[in-house]
């Protein structure tokens, strides 16, 4: 950095220290005119005080005693002591919370499941990653999913999730399935919700930095079908198209891909080249559009050229016109990919009649678009610019419709709202709450005050209230914001920095999940929920719209053992099938005999019926693992290479005889 970046990111990191170690009702007035006049002089300066607001968060409690014994300075929630009945936010032993939050795990790979309001995490359900509490990655069933190589092993044991949206029936969740993304290796995955687990993931072709994940609300055509049937896919890194070698060096020739996945079938079904890289995504309440915010319309390769123009874009995708060009075959592929490639570009569509894309001028490098639930409106924030600009959609149909001249004349509004805004989230009173990753805030926003403060109405001030959150907010939601049934109640900030809210842990530190009562005027900060590195996105759905099976079928496992008297030991040349069965407190073979060298199968079925009597299975030195719910049936492969006993033994506590439940596995010399 040069000197004059070094002081411009002291000073505005100076300036986040008060922000984020903020008295505790900042009430509704703008962000300091210093701090934001510095947004004007120049993108590098403000990237440079990002960094280094990140380092500032640091210096508020970089030593353990310090932050140990801050809690009873740390920032209070907004209103003080007596304010606020924290009571009315507790979940008392033996009662069930009213909402889940489904969560993104970041670079864990996997995704997990909460209740609101208390914050208890119920389960992760693995998706990209490896896990031993349940075998995933470990059970053939499993590593199926996941995809192998050719020996067998795991194509890929990361994975890196960042946003999750459940399956929609007119505007609401159906509480079919929930999607995924997996940034590193451009993947998709799908879990279940009656079984909350994963039985489907995609990789995506000609694609890197798969980020924005949104499934569709309704076909775009027929009007018979109101529920998801796509998932779209945006993507962040541009590459050479194929990524075979060509083009190392030439990031000219380098472009990115916006993915429909079939929501059924989870098999790409066509491809759109675009200008620049693409971040998240969202979709249309009617199924006609999709967007996705773009922050290197520049084509950059280095962080400073991401941000040398002034703005960037929400892009948009017919797609109606999308899929009608894939039908008539105006389509291209890439190197071995089948999947059809319609050109998206600007210089391939300049008549908006029959443009398949719209790019919407947005200020600058934009991060986050969201969909309001009354269906009018797109939000996308600005990041390097205080403001968030808000599109109409029907103002973007009628762009397509040739009705308008510019792609700006589709925004209605651009209130400043704060520094470093990211993700927006919506009630179902008009208003939004963006996440302000620098200014450590949750700024509560009015759309109409906003729309009439752009038309020029000076009376009309769109920022309604502030809060300050603990720190540096990511994504933020609301209940049920994301479908037309937002009802307004709480807002759940995932911030990316805890510091000081609590024991401290050593150098890795837990995040923070902050929960705020959005219905009324003024927000609450009700409670501090730790939550493990890192989610990026969640969701809150009402209760009542999730319908899970308690016990399995086995009727629904092709190779089950359905009965104690089915377990055998049977061989075809060197290959072993061991057919077994547990039941409290026994499994169903005492002791099976394999010889070395021999390739095992073993196929487990649980026949107990009783909910929640989950039996584990694991073979020392053989390194298997894994569990078999009520009535489910899961199977494992391994060479039987070393001699000797093994006693397989049940891990899951399921019996008073649980330490008894085992079974010797004999391997002859
Ligand atoms: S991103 S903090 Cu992976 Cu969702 Cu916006
Ligand atoms: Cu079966 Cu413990
Ligand atoms: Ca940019």
Redesign the pocket.
């Known amino acids: 950095m040069s000197e004059g970046e070094n002081k411009a990111a002291r000073h505005l990191s100076e300036a986040a220290q008060k922000t984020t170690r903020g008295k505790a009702t900042e009430s509704v007035k703008p962000a300091r005119p210093d701090r934001r006049s510095f947004l004007s002089n120049g993108a590098v300066a403000v990237a440079g005080a990002g960094l280094s607001i990140g380092l500032a968060g640091c210096n508020t409690s970089s030593d353990s005693a310090k932050s140990a014994g801050a809690a009873s300075s740390a920032p209070k929630a907004n209103g003080g002591p007596g304010e606020i009945d924290y009571s009315k936010y507790e979940v008392p032993p033996g009662q069930l919370d009213t909402y889940y939050s489904f969560s993104s795990g970041g670079h864990s790979g996997e995704m997990r499941i909460y209740g609101l309001p208390s914050g208890r995490l119920f389960k992760r359900i693995p998706v990209f990653n490896i896990d031993c509490l349940v075998g995933w990655g470990i059970t053939n069933e499993s590593k199926k999913i996941i995809g192998t190589k050719p020996d067998g092993s795991l194509k890929y044991c990361t994975g890196d999730t960042h946003h999750v949206h459940p399956s929609y029936t007119d505007g609401t969740y159906n509480g079919k399935y929930i999607f995924v993304n997996d940034k590193i290796h451009s993947r998709i995955a799908r879990v279940r919700l009656d079984t909350m687990e994963c039985d489907k993931i995609t990789e995506l072709p000609n694609v890197q930095g798969f980020h924005g994940i949104f499934p569709d609300k309704r076909d775009p055509v027929d009007p018979k079908i109101n529920y998801t049937t796509r998932v779209f896919c945006g993507s962040e890194f541009h590459i050479p198209q194929p990524n075979d070698g060509r083009d190392l060096n030439n990031p000219k020739n380098y472009f990115c891909l916006f993915t429909c996945v079939d929501a059924e079938t989870m098999e790409p079904r066509w491809q759109v080249k675009v200008d620049g890289n693409l971040d998240l995504v969202a979709t249309s309440y009617d199924g006609k559009l999709a967007c996705s915010n773009q922050y290197n319309s520049e084509n950059g390769v280095h962080y400073e050229e991401t941000m040398a123009a002034e703005r960037d874009a929400c892009v948009f995708f017919h797609i109606e016109r999308i899929e009608a060009a894939v039908k008539a075959g105006k389509t291209f592929r890439i190197g071995t990919s089948k999947v059809p490639v319609v050109d998206g570009t600007k210089a391939a569509n300049p008549d908006p009649k029959t443009s398949l894309t719209l790019y919407v001028p947005v200020p600058k490098n934009p991060h986050g678009v969201n969909t309001s639930p009354d269906g009018k409106y797109y939000a996308c924030s600005g990041k390097l610019s205080p403001t968030a600009t808000l599109i109409d959609h029907g103002l973007v149909l009628q762009w397509f419709d040739g009705q308008l001249k510019e792609p700006r004349d589709t925004v209605v509004a651009e209130p400043e709202i704060g520094l470093g805004p990211l993700h927006t989230a919506f009630d179902n009173r008009g208003n939004a709450y963006t996440t302000l990753f620098l200014d450590s805030q949750i700024v509560k926003w009015n759309i109409e005050a906003a729309i009439k403060s752009y038309k020029g109405d000076k009376a009309a001030k769109p920022v309604v209230d502030r809060i300050d959150v603990q720190y540096q907010p990511g994504h933020g939601f609301t209940s049920m914001g994301e479908t037309k049934e937002a009802d307004g109640k709480f807002f759940l900030s995932d911030n990316k920095f805890s510091k000081d809210r609590f024991l401290p842990v050593g150098p890795l530190h837990p995040e923070t999940a902050q929960l705020i009562d959005i219905s009324g005027d003024k927000m609450k900060l009700v409670a501090d929920h730790a939550v493990y590195s890192e989610p990026h996105d969640s969701i809150i759905i009402r209760r009542e719209l999730i319908k899970t099976k308690q016990v399995y079928d086995i009727n629904d496992f092709p190779n089950a053992v359905k009965d104690a008297k089915e377990c055998r030991v049977e061989r075809k040349g060197r290959k072993v099938t061991v057919y077994l069965t547990?039941q409290?407190?026994t499994f169903g073979l005492r002791e099976w005999t394999v010889k070395k060298g021999d390739e095992v199968t073993i196929i487990l079925t649980n026949l107990d019926k009783v909910e929640d009597?989950?039996?584990?299975f694991a073979i020392p030195k053989y390194d298997i693992n894994f569990i078999v719910n009520p009535q489910e049936t899961k199977s494992v492969t391994f060479k039987a290479d070393k001699p000797g006993v093994y006693w397989a033994?049940?891990?899951?506590?399921?019996?008073a005889l649980?330490?008894e439940?085992r079974s010797r596995m004999l391997v002859e010399a």
């Open positions: 547990s409290a407190p009597l989950t039996h584990g033994y049940c891990t899951n506590f399921c019996h649980h330490l439940m």
